[in-house]
Structures are given as structure tokens and as C-alpha cells.
């Protein structure tokens, strides 16, 4: 008597079981609630569609599945795809994840064929592969929006090449500066994320299909042409490293992190420059809100929030740095925690850093107040014991010089360009009449003309050039 096989189970027949036939007993809504990540990974299905297209058709090139099974699949796999951009496609939580959800309407769709798609893969390298392809695009919107940034600033630096305003060091006023120049200090931070980006990019796009679970496939696969037709620039080469390291993923986050460190160090002097007891910068309505009990108030909400959500962008580098710990080789479920907050971390950012291009571009600035604080505080004082150190004195002298001329201005309550020339020389006689020239702000700031430096002139020159360099990238 010859033994019967039973007939192959549809993998997909029974809902609460949708690997295979070992299972006995179906899970529990809360273990499906809990291993499930359809509800949050469904934002990879463009990707996963993408993937399984490349996978299919390289099948097809080596001769694993037949030209008319890979013809059914790109064409289940196209259809579902509007399925999803219409909104008609049934996720279901039975299916625990994205790229069983796909699998399962393929096998309806095309049947056979459609089963035969996940030859020579698993989800470990398709997981992996989704969220780069996605990973990848993000850090492409995001470098268009860090360059939009740095154009506003630079633009508004342009404007306000000649502004004065104090310059600070421990938020006491230090040196007179340009607001261009303050502004242009940001845009270099900017343009240092963007590389930072650029180069985390070239370790995000690497393909990790083929690895399959963890030790690749029996299949003679092509896995060079899977990769040129993602846009891969190469291959994770080795398969355990392929399925389960997320460092890539961490890199983004960190980035992401100096980005919003960034933005939180710009939004707190926006902030401070709104408040009417300095009054630098007025923001525009749109990204202010009022009190619901006091009616003169104009909350710098936008800077506010996105301070605050720093903290948010740095908790998700936390988690996920967290989450890679300690993990051994190869694929481990830990991994499906990955993408909540990579997400959110990318949304952050581009919410931000949209928000912010407009806000700069639109922001008011009043030249006055600013010039008043700097004539506050003997900002210029530096360049008095600098005066003196050009007629001969050692700095440190002509420093103590200084610090006695400050201390009567401060007794007497003004500024040291309000001592009369005979003032001045009763501290050292070298002080000439020039003097006074040397003691104005705009004298102070055009003295700093050098690369990197203050003056107007410098100022004018870098917001010039960053901005036809971004010109030219755009
Ligand atoms: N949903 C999973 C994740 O996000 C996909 C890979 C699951 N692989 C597995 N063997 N359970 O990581």
C-alpha cells in the first residue's frame, strides 16, 4: 500500500495561521496584537511591491520560475499596487505584516505564480530591504529640505549682511556681529548635516536580498541585478549581516539627531529674540499662536514645539542603539521594534525642516533694538585693548588698560564711546584721535574682514557664494 501525502495546504487558508501547517494551536488576539506590525510597516508597501518586482524578474532571468509566472506576478504586483494607492487594499492583523498582507492578495490575484514569488527570499532579507529602499528616500526629501533651509538662511544673511547686533558668549554681550553672520553660522551646521547624510546614504544603499533567511539561498540568484534595478549601489556581503544589523538605521537617527539638535539651538534664540525685553525678530502670524486668556500674547510656537521635539528625534536614537544591543547573529524579532521611530524620526525632520525654510524666509528683523543692545555692554571693548596692542602695548596690558576704562563707563553709566578723547588718554596716552573710529560698531565689525569673520563685506561674499552653490545643486 503506498502512503499518501496530503494534499499542500494553502499557507493562507487558515487566517490565524499564516507561515505553515506545523502550528497546532492558533494565537491569541493579544500575541496577534503584540507580534504584528502591519499596522505601522503597511508604509513600506510601495517598497516591498518594488523589491518583490526585482526579485521576481531576476527569477525569471536565471530560470528559477518561468517568463509566464513572472508576467502574472508584475501584473498581480501592479494591480496591487493601485489597490494601495486607492485605498481599497484589505489590510488584515491576521497577516501579521506588510509582506504577508502583499503575498496573500498576489496568491488571490494570480494563484500558483503568486506562490512561487518568495523562492529564494524570506522576510528577514525583504524586511531589510524595504525599510533601506524607504530609508533612502526620506534622506533624499530631507537633503532637498536642508538645502531649502540653508538657501533662506543664506538669503536672509544677504539681506542683513550689514545688521549689527550683539554677539554673545555666556548670553553676555561679547562683540558686535552681523546678523548675516550669526545666520551663516547656522547654515554651515546645516550643510555639515547634509554630508553627514550624504554619507550615511552610500551604507543605507547596499542591498541585503538574497540573504534570504540568514545563510542565502540553494537558488543560483542574481543578486548583482536585483541591486541595479533598486538603484542599490552594491551588496550587503555577507548574509547574517545582511538580515540583521539596523546600524544603518542608527546612523539616520543620529544624524537626525544632529539635525534637531541643530534646530533646537536656532529655535531657542528665536525664541529669546521674540521676547518683547529684546525684540530682535518678529515671526510671522502663521507660526505663532495666542493665549486662550491672555490677549497680547504671540507664542513662538512653531520654535517652541520643535525644541521640544528633539527630545523625541534623541529618544528614538536612544531606543533603537537599545534595541540592536546585545542581539545575537542572525535575525531577530527585537528588529520589528525598528520602525516606529525610525519613522517618526523622519517624519520629525521633514515636518521641521520644511517649516523652518518658510519661517526664516519670512522672518522680520529689527535692526534697531539690535543696535541698541550692542551699543550696550561694551561690546566694543576689544577692539580698544586691540587699539592699543597696534600702538605698542603687550595684549595682556592693554587688557587690564581697558578692563579700569570699563569700570569708570560703568560708574559713570556709559558706553566707552562716550569718553571725550582727553578721557581716553588719561587711561593710556597713546590714544589718538582715531580712536573713535576703532570704538564704533560699524568700525568694529568691517575691522573683522577676513575669512570667516564679521565684516560686512565677508558676510556678503559667503551668502553670495552658498547660495550659487546651492543654486547649482538644485
Ligand atoms: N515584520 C518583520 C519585521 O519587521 C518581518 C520579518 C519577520 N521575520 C520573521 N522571521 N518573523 O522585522
Not at 521576481?56 to 498581480?76: F, K, N, P, S, Y
Not at 548675516?180 to 542591498?207: I, K, P, T
Not at 536585483?226 to 538605521?249: K, M, Y
Request: charged letters at 25%; proline letters at 3%; aromatic letters at 6%.
Amino acid at each position: 500500500m503506498t502512503k499518501k501525502h496530503p494534499p499542500p495546504q494553502d499557507q493562507f487558508a487558515n487566517k490565524s495561521q499564516a507561515w505553515s501547517a506545523r502550528f497546532t494551536e492558533p494565537v491569541s488576539d493579544l500575541v496577534k496584537r503584540y507580534t504584528a506590525s502591519v499596522q505601522f510597516d503597511q508604509r513600506m508597501a510601495m517598497q516591498d511591491i518594488a523589491g518583490s518586482l526585482a526579485h521576481a524578474e531576476m527569477l525569471a532571468h536565471v530560470g528559477v520560475i518561468t517568463d509566464q509566472d513572472w508576467r502574472e506576478i508584475e501584473q498581480g504586483l501592479h494591480r496591487i499596487k493601485d489597490e494601495i494607492a486607492s485605498g481599497q487594499f484589505q489590510w488584515s492583523i491576521d497577516l501579521e505584516d506588510v509582506h504577508l498582507n502583499i503575498e496573500k492578495r498576489l496568491v488571490e490575484l494570480v494563484g500558483e505564480a503568486g506562490k512561487r514569488l518568495h523562492t529564494g527570499r524570506s522576510r528577514n532579507d525583504q524586511v531589510a530591504t524595504d525599510i533601506r529602499l524607504w530609508l533612502r528616500e526620506q534622506i533624499d526629501l530631507i537633503g532637498e529640505q536642508l538645502q531649502a533651509l540653508r538657501l533662506s538662511l543664506a538669503q536672509q544673511a544677504l539681506t542683513h549682511a550689514s545688521t549689527i547686533m550683539p554677539g554673545f558668549t555666556h548670553l553676555q554681550v561679547a562683540q558686535p556681529v552681523t546678523f548675516g553672520h550669526h545666520l551663516l553660522a547656522y547654515e554651515q551646521m546645516f550643510g555639515r548635516d547634509s554630508e553627514r547624510l550624504a554619507d550615511c546614504r552610500r551604507r543605507v544603499n547596499r542591498l541585503p536580498l538574497g540573504a534570504a533567511a540568514l545563510a542565502g539561498t540553494t537558488f543560483p540568484i542574481d543578486r548583482q541585478r536585483v541591486a541595479q534595478t533598486l538603484g542599490f549601489e552594491g551588496l550587503c556581503e555577507n548574509s547574517l549581516d545582511a538580515v540583521s544589523d539596523r546600524d544603518f538605521a542608527i546612523e539616520f537617527c543620529a544624524a537626525s539627531a544632529l539635525i534637531m539638535m541643530h534646530i533646537s539651538r536656532l529655535s531657542e534664540e528665536l525664541v529669546l529674540w521674540m521676547s518683547p525685553r529684546v525684540g530682535f525678530v518678529t515671526l510671522a502670524d502663521r507660526f505663532c499662536t495666542g493665549s486662550s486668556i491672555m490677549p497680547q500674547k504671540k507664542n513662538p510656537d512653531v520654535p517652541e514645539l520643535a525644541r521640544g521635539k528633539t527630545g523625541r528625534v534623541n529618544g528614538h536614537l536612544m531606543a533603537l542603539l537599545t534595541l540592536m544591543k546585545a542581539q545575537p547573529l542572525a535575525y531577530n524579532k527585537d528588529n520589528q521594534e525598528d520602525k516606529e521611530g525610525l519613522f517618526d524620526t523622519a517624519d520629525t525632520v521633514r515636518d521641521t525642516l520644511t517649516l523652518f525654510a518658510d519661517m526664516l524666509g519670512a522672518l522680520t528683523v529689527h535692526a534697531q533694538p539690535m543696535r541698541q543692545a550692542a551699543q550696550q555692554g561694551f561690546a566694543t571693548a576689544t577692539d580698544l585693548a586691540d587699539y592699543l596692542v597696534k600702538k605698542g602695548l603687550a595684549f595682556r596690558d592693554a587688557h587690564e588698560i581697558v578692563a579700569h576704562a570699563v569700570l569708570t563707563c560703568e560708574q559713570r553709566n556709559c558706553d566707552l564711546s562716550d569718553l571725550s578723547l582727553a578721557e581716553l588718554k588719561a587711561f593710556d596716552d597713546r590714544i589718538e584721535a582715531d580712536i573713535h573710529d576703532v570704538l564704533t560698531l560699524e568700525g568694529s565689525v568691517n575691522a573683522r574682514n577676513h575669512i570667516g569673520a564679521t565684516a560686512p563685506e565677508q558676510v556678503k561674499a559667503a551668502a553670495t557664494a552658498i547660495i550659487a552653490s546651492l543654486a547649482h545643486k538644485g
